[in-house]
């Protein structure tokens, strides 16, 4: 099964601050279709999952662009350029183009 | 986009259990649609997912235990849960396939 490590585990910030989070694959992302199956989701503190990002770097309608998403292959990021109060919870990143698909552990994003 | 889970509750070991979720606000039989838990406190658990044809992949936790299926006339998703363990219990949700929608989830708890 594929693992997704997602770095840091917990990630505090001030507000206006940019920041990253990694997200690494134990094997390739590229689907054989030539698309990459890994999205970024929000969970902020007692809410449902929201999806920031999809297909690695394509942002998910009503979503800020102050999120973006990068990478290929392997290795994966997600970057917020300022950093909002609204913006604190836990992110994930996973994929779906191997089945089973897997989600990374999650990265608490606090305030400094 | 509507999706409402139920069937959740309180269950011994070794049971069973059958979750629903109905759609609307879509055309349901174009979109895959996953079933994802969350244990309390936990990360996000990717469970299974049916395709818009019927494929199907599970998890290997749930492989051989849950099934999942979809009634395209009734615009519902299904999750048959059978000997259910207490490392099962978790918030259930359903998820559009680009997990761009998600339910507000059903709680499954299995103790005896």
């Known amino acids: 099964d594929v693992v997704l490590t997602q770095t840091p585990p917990t990630l505090s910030a001030t507000i206006g601050q940019s920041v990253s989070i990694s997200c690494r694959s134990s094997q390739s992302l590229l689907h054989r279709n030539g698309n990459t199956y890994l999205n970024w989701l929000l969970q902020r503190p007692g809410q449902l999952p929201q999806l920031l990002i999809y297909?690695?770097?394509r942002l998910e309608s009503g979503v800020p662009n102050r999120f973006s998403g990068s990478g290929s292959g392997t290795d994966f990021t997600l970057k917020i350029r300022g950093v909002e109060a609204e913006d604190l919870g836990v992110y994930y990143c996973v994929q779906s183009t191997h089945a089973p698909y897997t989600f990374g552990a999650g990265t608490k994003l606090e305030l400094k | 986009v509507q999706l409402v889970e139920s069937g959740g509750g309180l269950v011994q070991p070794g049971k069973s259990l059958k979750l629903s979720c109905s759609a609307s606000?879509?055309?349901?039989?174009?979109?895959?649609m996953h079933w994802i838990r969350q244990a309390p406190g936990k990360g996000l658990d990717w469970v299974a997912y049916i395709s818009s044809s019927s494929d199907i992949v599970y998890a290997d936790a749930v492989k051989g235990r849950f099934t999942i299926s979809r009634d395209n006339s009734k615009n519902t998703l299904y999750l048959q849960l059978n000997s259910l363990k207490s490392e099962d219990t978790a918030i259930y949700y359903c998820?559009?396939?680009?997990?761009?929608?998600w339910g507000q989830g059903v709680m499954v708890t299995v103790s005896s």
């Open positions: 297909l690695v770097s």
């Open positions: 998820a559009r396939g680009a997990t761009d929608y």
């Open positions: 606000g879509f055309t349901f039989s174009s979109f895959g």
